[in-house]
């Protein structure tokens, strides 16, 4: 499966973003996908994650309640919606998805840059 991200950009403090991932290639409908981030300095940290057949997510505790993942309808495309940003969330943005059953992400996206001005 071969991963690829798009929609990030520069936009301000309090402005709203949607990130995209388009998978290609098979996926089953137990996988997990989740969005990555990784801002200057720091480590990579897990965003949001959602089951592929399912509508359940998880969030970090930083981005619940401004953060929405999904994947409507039988695409195969997964979103991060985006709101109320601040400059903490600057990053780049990967988008990953992990077989169930398997320890680790295995699949990764390309990352897309999200430039919060305060």
């Known amino acids: 499966v071969q991963l690829q991200a798009s929609g990030g950009g520069l936009v301000q403090a309090g402005g709203s973003l949607r990130l995209s991932c388009v998978a290609s290639g098979r996926t089953f409908t137990s996988d997990v996908m989740a969005w990555f981030r990784q801002a200057p300095g720091k480590e990579r940290e897990s965003v949001a994650s959602?089951?592929?057949?399912?509508?359940?997510?998880a969030y970090a505790d930083s981005v619940k309640g401004r953060f929405t993942i999904s994947r409507p309808g039988a695409k195969n495309t997964l979103y991060l919606q985006m709101t109320s940003l601040t400059p903490e969330d600057t990053a780049v943005y990967y988008c990953?998805?992990?077989?169930?059953?398997?320890?680790?992400?295995?699949?990764w996206g390309q990352g897309t840059l999200v430039t919060v001005s305060s």
């Open positions: 990953a998805r992990k077989i169930a059953g398997a320890a680790e992400f295995g699949s």
């Open positions: 959602i089951r592929w057949s399912a509508n359940t997510a």
